[in-house]
């Protein structure tokens, strides 16, 4: 069962690197990583660091850019967070590589970037816990949404099937298979089926 997001090296998943940008030397059967800034790290981030993302994240094994995003309760202030973002919109049109994006309480900003910037790549916003208007809007927007052990289940419900993925983000002591079964349980439908759904999902988002 893919695994969309997670802070660990696990099997079947995408790893996010670690603020220094190091690959887990002990990483079995992972699916690749997701490189970028994290919102949280925001105010102590410097030219160099994003140097140094641009070279990683042009590595094959780099699938997805971030997660980066905008956080409205850590991190610098929104106004000094926005720059730094689009500088990762700017690196995944450039490299062709999708987002995943982190977001909270900030979600009209989000949208106004995705249509002000108009971006190629898909973005899919992981750990969603919106409600489900925001979720329509997301998707409205073109923006796929990824969900962990803790969800709004109105906002899953109202998930389209084809704008969907499933994560343990950094929860080292849920198994991917639980948050599967949790979800699945709340959409009324068997985990295996949405596991095969995830992975043709994932498929067509890295398809170049
Ligand atoms: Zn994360």
Redesign the pocket.
């Known amino acids: 069962m893919i695994n969309f997001?997670s802070?660990q090296p696990q099997p079947e998943a995408i790893v996010?690197l670690p603020r220094d940008l190091q690959f887990s030397p002990d990483a079995i059967g992972i699916l690749g990583y997701s490189a970028g800034i994290h919102p949280w790290d925001s105010a102590t981030t410097t030219d160099d660091h994003f140097e140094r993302l641009r070279e990683v994240a042009a590595r094959p094994e780099v699938l997805m850019i971030g997660?980066c995003g905008l956080d409205a309760l850590r991190g610098a202030p929104l106004y000094r967070q926005e720059p730094l973002f689009v500088r990762h919109v700017e690196l995944s049109e450039e490299l062709g590589k999708p987002m995943v994006v982190?977001c909270v309480k900030a979600y009209n900003q989000l949208l106004r970037y995705r249509r002000e910037l108009k971006p190629r790549q898909p973005w899919v916003l992981?750990?969603f816990r919106g409600n489900d208007t925001v979720a329509a809007q997301m998707m409205q927007a073109g923006i796929a949404l990824s969900y962990g052990p803790h969800f709004n289940v109105a906002a899953l419900r109202a998930t389209r099937l084809d704008h969907l993925y499933v994560e343990t983000?950094?929860d080292p002591d849920t198994p991917i298979q639980a948050v599967y079964e949790a979800v699945a349980d709340a959409l009324g439908i068997d985990a295996a089926f949405l596991a095969t759904a995830v992975a043709n999902n994932l498929a067509a988002l890295l398809q170049p």
Do not use: I, K, S
């Open positions: 997001h802070h996010n997660e982190h992981h750990g983000d950094d």
